[in-house]
């Protein structure tokens, strides 16, 4: 199962909500990288089965990211729906929300993001297969590769969404993406520059030996440290912008 698949796999319930709601979890879905730009959506009867709604409310989603920008459809052979480039907020807009946003909240997300993550990790060491090792330093390498914030934002939020893959847990899988997805953003787009992506290269290599050995505890060890780093970095930029009154 690929992390798009795992990730849309809702428990939703037709009604007149749903269509937004469906709309919320596709661009989200753009927004981490689980799709990216130029990919093609799968067919409509295909997506709408994954997610287990109705064609009617996944046409009525789409129609509201072609609204926002985020997709385009093409018409006649080799047509469909495609994606659009994700917009992200400049740095001083993500700086000006990490100065807004309390300590306690900073750490809350942190303690959220490690027991999810670190859970995740947890089952994966214990389900994983050879296939899915190669697969996680596939993703590792993309982050290497990584040349922007936004693009190691993404490629580390990937990353990590594959453990949830991995557990086998869907649940797991969607509060991955919202969580580590919260912290990856403020972390990548302000602060996590300043010669951290080492320290994250490092961490991808611990967890997939951890996963890759089947030691569980070592793995959300791995992830708890590395979650711990990113808060505690995250908070000390959060005082020098109090202390400064920077309004970003």
């Not at 797991?172 to 919202?178: D, K, M, W």
Request: charged share 25%.
């Amino acid at each position: 199962m690929s992390s798009f698949a795992a990730y849309l796999r809702l428990d939703a319930t037709e009604g007149p909500g749903l269509p937004q709601n469906v709309a919320r979890q596709l661009e989200t879905a753009v927004a981490v990288g689980l799709l990216s730009h130029g990919d093609r959506l799968p067919p409509e009867s295909e997506l709408a089965a994954e997610l287990g709604i109705s064609t009617g409310t996944l046409r009525q989603a789409l129609e509201t990211l072609r609204q926002r920008g985020v997709i385009e459809t093409r018409r006649g052979r080799g047509g469909g729906s495609f994606v659009r480039n994700a917009s992200q907020p400049p740095p001083e807009a993500v700086k000006k929300r990490l100065r807004e946003r309390s300590a306690d909240s900073l750490r809350d997300l942190g303690d959220a993001c490690a027991a999810v993550v670190g859970g995740a990790a947890h089952l994966a060491a214990q389900r994983a297969v050879g296939e899915d090792v190669e697969h996680l330093r596939s993703l590792a390498e993309q982050f290497r590769l990584a040349e922007t914030a936004d693009e190691r934002r993404r490629a580390d939020s990937r990353f990590h969404i594959e453990i949830g893959v991995i557990a086998h847990s869907a649940r797991l899988t969607q509060a991955i993406v919202h969580l580590h997805d919260e912290l990856a953003s403020l972390f990548w787009m302000v602060g996590g520059e300043a010669g951290h992506h080492p320290v994250t290269e490092s961490a991808h290599a611990a967890l997939i030996t951890a996963v890759d050995g089947a030691d569980a505890d070592a793995a959300r060890d791995v992830v708890m440290r590395n979650v711990e780093g990113r808060v505690q970095h995250l908070l000390d930029l959060h005082l020098d912008l109090a202390v400064r009154g920077e309004p970003g």
